[in-house]
């Protein structure tokens, strides 16, 4: 999340950043929209990862469902699908359709960096050794800031932030998987009486599916309301204030994201969610407060200004939504916190639901606002986007009552037991 918002700040110092900025949102959303099933690679990494040998069908289904995204990919860089997908559907410029092409090659080449970290992530996660991922992260982060001074020497505009995020990708993933090897080589092999059966394609497609469709709602919803504010009359000016505002806001909030995993590797029995349920609250208290103050104060100056650099004009069109950020904090952390609950009890199929709903949601506030009112759009994006994650995290709520309901009938005795 750190990444988007560094990329931005980057880009913003363009010469013309709004087209710059505007072109890698619309390429960066319909990309990771068309591949975030990868997000599920390290949850299957989690659930099912127990031997040495349930790693080469677990990378098989993997290539798998990375496939069919990345073909579609390379259609719309280099076919007049692009032009249709950036030009008539999200209603960009005749530039900034051009950069973002290109821009959707170069980060397609990110296609098998994604499945090797997700497997690594998820070896390590299973371990409890986080701190590697930490490490990881650092030298990401440190490439990347290294790669946005010396790429533009060679590309411009969109395309040297597409670059710089899947060199940060490589060295991220050489680094996770140097401590990956070491903890994989401790596991068993599989091969003993008594070991757990690697599991089928029909296995991972049955637990997959789900969490398929609920973490591509992620770029989904973004996807959805970028292509409504495509329909506004600056699009590129508000495509470009909805990249800044949704990298800050994904920046502030990623604590809350994580809580999915967190949830699914520490969350054993009942009793263990009390715990991550208060751990929850305190990151929601924290995160949503410090939102309030980078943008409720002379701060917000330094932050969009010194920091994104952004010109007045997109600073002011910025503001006022980001102004509203603390909000997201209780939405994401509850949604991330139940889906992490569910997908720990391998019980994902409200997850697509719940998904599809997000998206939905965020279609219908966007559109019937934006059609009955006139106001800053990116701020009516910010609702749309809040609200689907508060929907959400209703909706799984009530899925994991009536789990524990059914666990707990399924316990107590019957009368005619007795």
């Not at 900025?21 to 989690?46: G, P, Q, R």
């Not at 809580?259 to 990151?283: E, M």
């Not at 904090?329 to 997850?351: K, P, Q, V």
Request: glycine share 6%; with cysteine; charged share 10%.
């Amino acid at each position: 999340m750190i990444s988007k918002s560094v990329i931005n700040a980057a880009l913003a110092r363009s010469p013309d950043q709004n087209v710059t900025l505007a072109a890698f949102h619309v390429a960066f959303t319909l990309y990771f929209a068309l591949s975030s099933s990868t997000e599920v690679c390290s949850l299957l990494t989690l659930s099912y990862m127990k031997t040495k040998r349930a790693l080469a069908p677990l990378a098989k289904f993997m290539v798998l469902i990375v496939a069919v995204p990345w073909t579609i990919a390379q259609l719309v860089a280099f076919t007049s699908l692009g032009d249709w997908a950036y030009g008539s559907l999200f209603g960009a410029s005749d530039a900034v359709v051009a950069q973002a092409k290109t821009t959707t090659f170069l980060l397609s080449l990110s296609a098998p960096v994604l499945i090797t970290r997700s497997i690594c992530f998820g070896i390590i996660l299973m371990h409890r050794r986080t701190m590697f991922i930490t490490y990881a992260t650092l030298v990401r982060l440190a490439s990347l800031g290294v790669s946005l001074v010396v790429l533009p020497k060679f590309l411009s505009g969109a395309m040297v932030g597409a670059a710089a995020l899947v060199l940060c990708m490589i060295f991220e993933t050489i680094v996770a998987l140097v401590f990956a090897r070491s903890l994989y080589r401790k596991m068993p092999e599989g091969t003993e009486a008594g070991s757990e059966t690697p599991p089928g394609l029909a296995a991972q497609w049955r637990f997959s599916w789900p969490l398929m469709m609920n973490v591509s709602a992620e770029m989904g919803v973004m996807m959805t309301i970028s292509i409504f504010l495509g329909m506004t009359a600056n699009p590129d000016l508000a495509l470009a204030a909805y990249s800044i505002v949704y990298g800050l806001v994904s920046l502030l909030m990623s604590p809350m994201r994580n809580l999915l995993q967190t949830a699914q590797t520490l969350v054993k029995v009942i009793s263990d969610r009390r715990p991550i349920f208060i751990f929850t609250l305190h990151l929601i208290g924290f995160f949503g407060l410090v939102g309030f103050i980078l943008f409720h104060t002379s701060l917000e100056k330094y932050v969009l200004v010194d920091a994104m650099g952004l010109k007045p004009e997109l600073r002011s069109y910025c503001l006022p939504a980001l102004k509203l950020a603390f909000l997201m904090s209780a939405a994401w952390a509850y949604s991330a916190l139940f889906r992490g609950l569910l997908a720990g009890a391998r019980d994902t199929t409200m997850l697509a639901v719940s998904g599809m709903t997000r998206i939905a949601v965020a279609a219908i506030i966007v559109s019937t606002t934006l059609y009955f009112v006139s106001a800053n759009a990116v701020i009516i994006g910010l609702a749309g986007w809040m609200a689907g994650y508060a929907v959400e995290a209703a909706l799984l709520a009530i899925q994991l009552k009536r789990m524990d309901r059914k666990n707990m009938g399924a316990r107590l005795p019957r009368l005619n037991d007795h």
